[in-house]
């Protein structure tokens, strides 16, 4: 999608790995945000940040680390990744609406 | 705490057929909310919005949606629906400047010959 890109768009780690994922943005927008998607969940927020160190917690944070140097890049970081975060990510970007990225699609084996 | 519902995990329609696609909110204050469809490993892609204004709003590839503030809902609807209309469809709500969205669980929307 224009203006946000996510890196990798898939990727394999074995449980207990740190996994990070990237969310870049061209847009220089404020807001970005971390979701997962899983079956009959939806999209669910991880973590989200309202600008460069301003980071908060949403609905499913356990397990998740999340940091901003600078306006264009969301960093996600599972620390020790197990099995129940294998799922596909999704970075968005708003300035009230929202864009989201391709996704990353993450499998911990 | 906010909560989106889409009460309906999949809907079967004819192509021609007018559609619907349910969604229920439960949002303080003034609510902004939001209809996103998602195609097959793919984002998000953005249909339409309701922030204030007008009732019925209209949105892309000919979908619109009917805010009704009584019966806290926000329906898609299409006139006549396209067997490319096939995809996940997506409810979200959020208050205030929407700095946070929360999602309904998605709606299969399957349109056959």
């Known amino acids: 999608d224009a203006g946000i890109t996510q890196s990798p768009r898939h990727k394999v780690t074995e449980t207990g790995t740190p996994v990070t994922l990237r969310c870049h943005q061209t847009e220089n927008h404020r807001y970005m945000y971390w979701y997962r998607q899983d079956p009959g969940h939806g999209l669910r927020l991880i973590h989200y940040?309202?600008?460069?160190?301003?980071?908060d917690k949403g609905e499913v944070s356990d397990g998740y680390s999340v940091s901003r140097s600078k306006t264009e890049d969301f960093l996600l970081t599972l620390e020790s990744a197990t099995s129940s975060q294998t799922s596909v990510y999704f970075c968005?970007?708003?300035?009230?609406?929202?864009?989201f990225g391709s996704g990353t699609r993450l499998t911990v084996v | 705490a906010q909560s989106v519902a889409q009460p309906e995990d999949q809907v079967n329609v004819a192509e021609g057929n007018p559609l619907t696609v349910k969604c229920t909110y439960s949002?303080?204050?003034?609510?902004?909310l939001f209809w996103y469809v998602q195609y097959p490993n793919r984002g998000l892609q953005f249909l339409l919005k309701?922030?204030?204004?007008?009732?019925l709003v209209k949105g892309s590839y000919g979908f619109e949606a009917e805010f009704n503030k009584s019966q806290t809902s926000f329906h898609l609807k299409k006139p006549s629906a396209l067997v490319s209309d096939s995809a996940l469809y997506f409810c979200?709500?959020?208050?205030?400047?929407?700095?946070?969205?929360?999602f309904g669980t998605g709606t299969r929307l399957q349109v056959t010959l």
């Open positions: 940040s309202y600008g460069v160190k301003d980071t």
């Open positions: 979200a709500g959020g208050a205030g400047t929407a700095s946070k969205l929360t």
């Open positions: 968005a970007i708003s300035e009230r609406v929202f864009t």
């Open positions: 309701y922030i204030t204004g007008d009732n």
């Open positions: 949002v303080s204050g003034n609510p902004y």
